[in-house]
């Protein structure tokens, strides 16, 4: 561990007094304990370490339930650490007392409350382990006051000891042949691969065995980066937002190879139509994702990468000229595409202009809504855990200051927040922490003066009554980011978009870039919600 | 809606009864009925869980069940040759002309009674959930003022522990 996200108070003034002339860890001072949390959280996305918070107890605790719900949904591993009150006020509604482990409990993999400073280290060690092994999630450690202003030698326990704790590693060999027989038998296969996969780090092993097998790879929202984009074989997203492409794909396979997904609504639309003439593998290190959803063929319990190598040992190369001649055909006639309009900007121009100017090498963070899907749509990514947004929660607020954890961990790297007007208001305090740090984030917001897929929902399936959805209060982000002493500008025109980025680039200070953009667009393509795959709104058959 | 009885084997730590009860009910899983108590190692419980649920729902239960850290084996017992039990205590309304009609009902039961004074009677009952039902229901007439159940416990029979048993 090497930098943790916090906010001091008074049930974690021992913790903090330690940190103060601690040169082994970098400790990074937010502005709200949820900007603390999603930090943390950005920081482990883009390293695969586990982050670490500290909060106070009480409300402190409290404001990291969002982003310990959020880590949560996405398998991020993150240890928080929370105060509280001594050990002898537990239970009497003390000051600033309140049951975190209780509240996290069902968004948490394990929580602690230790109550004795010589169970300290251990639980450390059990924590950061369950953290970072199996499915990656949470874990809670939270601290009373007097355990942290206890002393102790310092045992670190040589061996885990956790009878109750184990995940499977490697895939049955019998199940594993079945998975190979299905792969020769298919004619239509396609591959959908998620978060696992960059988990596992088996985007190599995933990349060979794409094109081994020679099948389409569709990614979902967590599994942007886990293939590369560019790659003749990729397809993109598929769900609710995906290509068209994709969605055909999945609608017509005879093989779909589940790589570290978990069949999440807003991929599989309707459960019965979903992928309905494919035989399913489903490769998952989580025994309960596989048929949790839907109806499992070929279930393969264990670590992506691990299974990856073994198939790829098994597999000879297959040839699927006709079907990928088909899929190609679908990418060619229905593109992802929108209108353009003279003097107005669209933000999906915006999140091109981003992708070209940084040459598709930047690190992306994102909050939740149009904006995201656009950053999905048309930001291709080339790496894994260089696209980073909050998928299962929808957590807006999330992208600004995860963005801050992810140049905390590249200090060099260029990032980009992907942001909306009304996302951007939720942790926008943490523009004093990136002025602070000097953390060069970029930051663009895709500003449409509402929120916008409240809006276009509004107008798709409200009758355009759109309720309290505009954002008529927006302040002057300019103003706002230079009274932070971060950088800002406002783009109105489209041959503007180009040289404002590259202005916020070249600067050294967070830059905040308010791209007004096209009121009424809307996200396409769009499987209404609980509607079939290969029934879509906007650019399809 | 089958009920399906799993014997768990859990860590003994404090909270472990709310994390069980707790993923049951956010999963919108229905308990039927929990029971747990010490087993032959002091680190150990044994904990009886009763579920309520369709048999394709019943993998997901204890799959997700097996993800928490503390719990350490689970037997789904429901489809194997196990013996099941569950204590009842009842007290029931026994003024003196009826006392000989409830001697006779418990001893139908092979319960006893265990408790008796000018108005009233404890029973005691052990049996399996069906025979303390049965009970209730002949002793309803005579008018039942308060029970409390265990719940059901269940431990397979012949020679191997619920620990060693495969999935």
């Known amino acids: 561990m090497e930098v943790v996200f916090g906010y001091p108070g008074g049930a974690v003034l021992s913790i903090y007094d330690a940190l103060y002339d601690d040169d082994r860890i970098k400790h990074v001072l937010t502005r709200h304990e949820q900007g603390a949390v999603h930090a943390a959280d950005g920081y482990a996305r883009a390293t695969g370490k586990p982050g670490v918070v500290i909060a106070t107890s009480g409300p402190g605790a409290t404001n990291l339930v969002t982003g310990i719900a959020n880590a949560y949904m996405d398998s991020v591993p993150l240890v928080a650490i929370t105060g509280q009150v001594a050990c002898n006020m537990i239970g009497k509604d003390s000051f600033q007392e309140a049951d975190i482990t209780g509240i996290t409990q069902p968004i948490t993999k394990y929580s602690y409350l230790v109550k004795d400073v010589n169970h300290l280290a251990r639980i450390v060690r059990e924590a950061f382990h369950i953290a970072s092994t199996g499915r990656p999630g949470p874990v809670v450690i939270d601290l009373p006051k007097d355990v942290t202003a206890a002393r102790a030698e310092f045992r670190y326990p040589p061996e885990i000891d956790l009878p109750g704790y184990q995940y499977m590693y490697n895939g049955i060999t019998a199940k594993l042949n079945c998975a190979v027989e299905a792969i020769k038998r298919a004619k239509k296969p396609v591959i959908y691969a998620g978060g696992g996969v960059i988990a596992s780090g088996a985007h190599e092993e995933l990349l060979q065995f794409a094109e081994r097998i020679q099948a389409p790879v569709t990614t979902t929202l967590m599994g942007k980066g886990a293939f590369p984009d560019t790659h003749p074989l990729s397809l993109g997203m598929l769900g609710m937002h995906g290509t068209c492409y994709a969605n055909y794909a999945v609608s017509e396979c005879d093989l779909l190879i589940g790589l570290g997904v978990r069949f999440d609504d807003r991929v599989t639309g309707r459960v019965d139509t979903f992928a309905p003439n494919a035989e399913i593998i489903h490769v998952d290190i989580d025994p309960a994702e596989v048929g949790k959803n839907v109806n499992i063929d070929i279930p393969l319990v264990g670590d992506v990468r691990s299974i990856l190598v073994d198939l790829l040992r098994e597999i000879e190369p297959q040839r699927h000229d006709q079907w990928l001649d088909t899929v190609y055909r679908w990418r060619r006639d229905y593109p992802l595409s929108y209108c353009t309009k003279k003097d107005t900007i669209k933000p999906q121009y915006v999140v091109e202009e981003i992708y070209k100017v940084t040459n598709g090498e930047a690190f992306i963070t994102t909050e939740v809504g149009q904006h995201q899907m656009w950053a999905a749509q048309y930001y291709h990514c080339k790496y894994p855990r260089r696209f980073v947004s909050s998928g299962g929660l929808g957590t807006m607020g999330f992208g600004f200051p995860a963005a801050l954890g992810v140049q905390i961990a590249y200090p060099d790297a260029v990032v980009f927040d992907i942001a909306g007007d009304g996302s951007i208001q939720m942790n926008i305090q943490e523009l004093a922490t990136a002025v602070q740090y000097k953390l060069p984030v970029n930051i663009a917001i895709l500003n449409n003066h509402y929120l916008g897929m409240v809006r276009q929902w509004q107008e798709m399936f409200f009758n355009k009554r759109y309720s309290h959805s505009n954002m008529a209060g927006n302040p002057d982000f300019v103003k706002l980011a230079q009274a932070y002493g971060a950088e800002g500008l406002r783009v109105e025109r489209p041959e503007d978009v180009r040289p404002a980025l590259e202005e916020a680039i070249n600067s050294p200070k967070p830059f905040v870039l308010d791209f007004v953009v096209d009121e009424e667009e809307n996200v396409y393509p769009m499987v209404p919600p609980g509607g079939s795959l290969n029934k879509m709104l906007g650019g399809s058959k | ?167």
């Open chain 2, 1 to 167: 809606m089958l009920k399906h009885t799993l014997a768990l084997l859990v860590v003994n730590r404090p909270t472990v009864l709310s994390h069980i009860s707790g993923l049951i009910s956010r999963r919108a899983f229905n308990i039927d009925s929990i029971a747990a108590g010490p087993t032959e190692d002091p680190k150990v419980t044994r904990i009886t869980l009763v579920v309520e649920c369709e048999p394709d729902e019943i993998d997901q239960v204890i799959k997700q069940l097996a993800k928490l850290v503390d719990v350490i084996k689970i037997t789904n017992l429901t489809s194997t040759k196990a013996i099941s039990r569950e204590l009842a205590l009842i007290k029931v309304r026994a003024p003196a002309e009826n006392r000989s009609d409830i001697v006779d009902i418990v001893n139908i039961f092979r319960a006893k009674i265990v408790d008796v004074n000018r108005e009233t009677m404890v029973i005691e009952l052990t049996g399996e959930v069906d025979k303390t039902d049965a009970l209730l229901e002949v002793l309803q007439e005579h008018g039942i003022i308060e029970i409390v159940r265990t719940g059901r416990i269940a431990l397979a029979r012949g020679p191997e522990p619920a620990r060693e048993m495969g999935e």
